[in-house]
């Protein structure tokens, strides 16, 4: 596709309930960014993939998320036995190559996650 | 851990004037990046820098690295209404590391 391309694009959910959120990055990126943006603020970052290997998952709040890029392109994010805490904007990004010069990061519209 | 700041919070200008956010690392970082988000839309890129005490123009706006490489500015110039927008700085401390996002500066401009 032309973009960074997420779904769904919203999600309500039970508290305790289990959401996968879906990331298919653009065609031939290598790295792939997963962050958490809450209202007024800045991206807070999760973790990411250089292809289909997680460099660093340093932003995961806790053991209820975890990501996975199998085949070094679509990633899903999981987050299980959700609480209201996690109700968010997650985003995610992909760039051509991470340790270049040239590592400019596109941006999908987002999952807007809601527990209730 | 790497911290990245922003100031000021929030700016409101009237259209014509001039507007400056500063954002500043904790640690030096090897590059930083810049990103604009409309309300409702998601960051889009602005550009980076890589450089010790580069200066990168475009249009109405104008990067600055510091020589330090731990702080960074945007300025535009003569703000139209279409500049509205939170801008981001994100920078990296090393190529190997994550990218950390400033809490942005929120720009409104008074027609």
């Known amino acids: 596709g032309a973009g960074v391309s997420q779904s769904p694009r919203y999600k309500v959910t039970k508290r305790g309930q289990d959401v996968a959120l879906r990331c298919d990055p653009i065609?031939?990126?290598?790295?792939l960014y997963w962050y958490r943006q809450a209202l007024g603020q800045g991206p807070e970052f999760l973790t990411y993939f250089n292809y289909e290997a997680q460099q660093d998952k340093s932003g995961l709040p806790n053991d209820r998320f975890s990501a996975e890029r199998p085949e070094g392109s679509i990633s899903t994010l999981t987050i299980q036995r959700t609480e209201q805490r996690d109700s968010a904007m997650y985003r995610c990004a992909s760039s051509l190559e991470r340790a270049s010069s040239y590592n400019e990061q596109f941006f999908g519209p987002g999952t807007r996650l809601t527990v209730l | 851990g790497q911290q990245v700041m922003q100031i000021p919070q929030y700016q409101h200008v009237q259209e014509g004037e001039d507007f400056t956010t500063y954002c500043n690392s904790s640690t030096t970082l090897s590059n930083i990046q810049w990103y604009k988000q409309r309300p409702g839309g998601h960051p889009v890129f602005l550009i980076q820098l890589v450089k010790s005490g580069e200066v990168k123009k475009q249009k109405r706006l104008t990067f600055q690295f510091g020589e330090a490489k731990k702080n960074s500015s945007l300025h535009i110039t003569a703000t139209q209404t279409t500049d509205v927008g939170t801008y981001f700085c994100?920078?990296?401390?090393?190529?190997?590391?994550?990218?950390?996002f400033g809490p942005g500066t929120s720009l409104s401009v008074i027609p």
């Open positions: 994100a920078g990296r401390g090393t190529s190997y590391d994550k990218v950390i």
């Open positions: 065609s031939g990126h290598v790295s």
